[in-house]
């Protein structure tokens, strides 16, 4: 991956936090959040060794163990950034919520593929190769062992829909690429 488009996904989460993709914005918020300090140092991680240090180490200070190789779009936001982990394996689309304490894991091949624009509740799980609809909602604590349709709303032990109404309004400030 090249600088530019590393920045590219930098602006992104950028504008996911703050609604601004200016350097001002990305400086400012780099300063004050730990969470996306970490994020920029993730996504220009596949560019150099300095920020892949930098990347680990702030993995291990915040409990971000997500591996660079993981596949993730534009648009990332972790809120309350702790205790997040996420298989290598797994594909998480553009403008998703990840909040704390989550886990997207598998024991057996592929991890999760998730959607765009989904919110992912504090405490979730997310087992195995399942597939989360774009526009989906996971509640928090529910444990995901099977496959969530497209605008719809999960939650419980084990995951089931509640709801089938577009859950996508808990996403803030979504990452368009003509931004």
């Given at each position: ?27 400012k ?25 930098f ?9 971000l ?43 057996h ?12 509740g ?13 526009g ?44």
């Amino acid at each position: 991956m090249s600088i530019k488009e590393a920045w590219g996904y930098v602006k992104s989460d950028s504008y996911r936090y703050t609604g601004s993709c200016s350097l001002i914005a990305i400086f400012k918020i780099f300063v004050l959040n730990p969470v996306f300090r970490w994020q920029l140092f993730f996504r220009m991680s596949r560019c150099s060794f300095i920020f892949n240090y930098f990347r680990r180490h702030y993995s291990k200070k915040y409990g971000l163990h997500i591996p660079k190789a993981t596949k993730i779009g534009y648009g990332l936001y972790i809120g309350h950034g702790i205790g997040v982990v996420v298989n290598p394996t797994a594909v998480i689309g553009n403008n998703c919520n990840l909040s704390q304490f989550v886990t997207i894991g598998s024991n057996h091949g592929r991890a999760a593929e998730i959607g765009d624009n989904v919110y992912v509740g504090p405490s979730v799980c997310i087992v195995e190769s399942v597939k989360i609809g774009s526009g989906a909602c996971i509640g928090a604590g529910a444990v995901v062992v099977s496959d969530v349709p497209p605008n719809n709303t999960a939650a419980g032990v084990p995951a089931k829909v509640v709801s089938r109404n577009d859950s996508s309004r808990y996403i803030q400030n979504k990452w368009t690429s003509n931004i």
